[in-house]
């Protein structure tokens, strides 16, 4: 039996119990149904029986996990380049170019950024047991897609892994983007706000559906474009993290994301030279799991979008 312990933090008060254990344990939520049905999960020292009950910051959460054999994890790939910028003891800071998929999975079973990672961090493959996470993703809190480049954050300790779950899903980690989209958005400044879901018509997209989950991306116009069609540069921040949320809410208003094939609409650049979605996580700022402290780091723009750039005419 493997027991997790957590003090709630501020960000989780309030929180249903299930939704809190599926994201500090990295578990489905039939999963923890069926840890606190079998009174596996409690609170200050009682098992809990009722899934939504509301946690307060400061209660002490425990919850007991049958032992499993661990499927064998992925092994490091020197041969794999990842870009850090940062690297303590507790979190390390990379600069994920595009075109690299973060972690295995279907299609992707070796060349991803946690096998580079585990080349130069080889520690981070104890980390999967000691939190109970999945052993393909040592350390990942949050992800960004293979065509997106920018920063992200891994965590490389149980404490990290603890603290940056809880801060993303208290919506306290920044994450801004800077994103190219087509047609001329009129206001300065927006927000979009609605729920994203899997697409009905087509299981591997994501659309905006009443049936999804809440989502909302505020965004700033940086600079406009007129040739050789109107587009517009923003900068994108996401207040939640849903599968291509900035793709998928930009679309929704009318202007997709330049080179975002999925989403596009069928629209495209004219003479565009960029062959990925122009999105660029450019800044990222959390609360440092060890000093507590507000720490951020920004990402210049990299050649291929700055190249796009240079070719329009304001």
Same mark, same amino acid.
């Given at each position: 039996m493997t027991t997790l312990s957590v003090v709630v933090p501020a960000s989780l008060d309030g929180v249903r119990l299930d939704r809190a254990v599926a994201l500090l344990a990295d578990v489905s939520r039939s999963s923890v149904d069926a840890l606190v049905a079998a009174g596996r999960v409690a609170v200050d020292g009682r098992v809990v029986r =009722?899934?939504?009950?509301? /946690?307060?910051?400061? @209660?002490? /959460?425990? +919850? *007991? =996990? #049958?032992?499993?054999?661990? &499927? &064998? !994890? #992925?092994? !490091? *790939? #020197?041969?794999? +380049?990842? #870009? +850090?910028?940062?690297a303590d003891d507790e979190v390390i800071v990379v600069d994920k170019p595009a075109g690299l998929v973060v972690h295995p999975g279907a299609g992707h079973r070796s060349g991803t950024l946690v096998h580079g990672l585990l080349a130069r961090f080889p520690e981070l493959a104890s980390l999967t047991a000691a939190v109970g996470s999945d052993p393909d993703r040592p350390g990942i809190v949050h992800r960004l897609e293979r065509g997106t480049s920018g920063l992200m954050v891994v965590a490389r300790t149980p404490?990290?892994? =603890?603290? /940056?779950?809880? @801060?993303?899903?208290?919506? @306290? +980690? $920044? %994450? $801004?983007?800077?994103?190219? $989209?087509?047609?001329?958005?009129?206001?300065?400044r927006g927000v979009v706000d609605a729920p994203i879901g899997r697409s009905v018509s087509s299981p591997t997209r994501m659309a905006v559906s009443r049936k999804g989950k809440q989502a909302r991306t505020r965004y700033r116009v940086e600079r406009r474009f007129t040739e050789p069609v109107p587009t517009t540069l923003l900068q994108a921040s996401l207040e939640s993290g849903r599968t291509h949320q900035i793709r998928v809410h930009l679309s929704a208003i009318g202007h997709p994301v330049v080179g975002?094939? $999925?989403? !596009? %609409?069928g629209r495209a650049l004219p003479g565009a030279t960029v062959t990925r979605p122009f999105l660029h996580a450019y800044e990222l700022s959390f609360e440092h799991p060890g000093s507590a402290e507000r720490v951020s780091w920004s990402s210049a723009l990299p050649d291929d979008l700055t190249g796009q750039l240079g070719a329009l005419s304001e």
């Open positions: =009722r899934r939504n009950t509301l /946690l307060r910051t400061g @209660q002490g /959460l425990e +919850v *007991d =996990r #049958p032992d499993e054999a661990a &499927p &064998p !994890g #992925p092994e !490091g *790939d #020197p041969t794999v +380049v990842v #870009p +850090v910028v940062h404490r990290a892994y =603890r603290s /940056l779950v809880a @801060q993303l899903a208290g919506r @306290q +980690v $920044t %994450r $801004t983007y800077r994103a190219l $989209t087509l047609g001329a958005i009129e206001e300065e975002d094939e $999925t989403y !596009g %609409r």
